[in-house]
């Protein structure tokens, strides 16, 4: 088993090893006419397809696929919270809209974008919650597509429309929640 500080090593080093591997060309091939929400719902049914037609290996069963509920239940909450969030700002949540104001409080403290954090905690669980090896790939792919087709494009149009109170917050804020990959 391996010690917190062994852990803590491993992590930095992969973040440390990740932060220099250039994925920014993905961004250009990404078409951003089709939302996010479409993406997400994409990967659930290539999810649930691997796991029924590929199921590779069974890792999870069942007594643990209740915490995979668990993570659905939180992440929707999270992106039904954060949206919730735009609608009591008056702030457009439709992508590249001009935004009315920049969303600094409730869960936008902790992380700069808790909806797509959201998504990823509901696919995470529905992993977990599938039980299966297979519907594991898919969650790198949406990753990138959301960070590197969707989030450093909205990060420039914010810096565009905010300036520097953005670039405050996003000095304060990480991308994620406790980490960034830039």
């Known amino acids: 088993m391996l010690s917190p500080e062994q852990l803590t090593k491993i992590r930095e080093t992969f973040l440390s090893q990740l932060n220099k591997v250039d ?88 992380s700069r974008n808790p909806m797509y954090l959201g998504m990823m905690i509901m696919l995470v669980g529905t992993w977990i919650a599938l039980g299966s090896l297979s519907p594991v790939f898919v969650i790198p792919v949406f990753f990138l597509i959301i960070q590197e087709g969707f989030i450093k494009y909205e990060e420039t149009f914010m810096e565009e429309n905010f300036g520097d109170a953005y670039l405050d917050y996003k000095e304060r804020v990480k991308r994620w929640i406790g980490w960034q990959l830039e």
């Open 23 to 110: 994925i920014s060309l993905i961004g250009k091939f990404i078409p951003r006419t089709i939302i996010p929400p479409v993406y997400f719902f994409l990967a659930l049914a290539i999810m649930a397809t691997l796991a029924y037609f590929a199921p590779m290996s069974h890792l999870i069963y069942i007594p643990l696929r209740v915490f995979g509920g668990l993570l659905i239940l939180i992440g929707f909450a999270i992106t039904a919270c954060s949206a919730y969030g735009f609608k009591q700002a008056g702030t457009p949540i439709k992508l590249f809209e001009p935004p009315v104001t920049l969303m600094t409080d409730q869960l936008y403290q902790y």
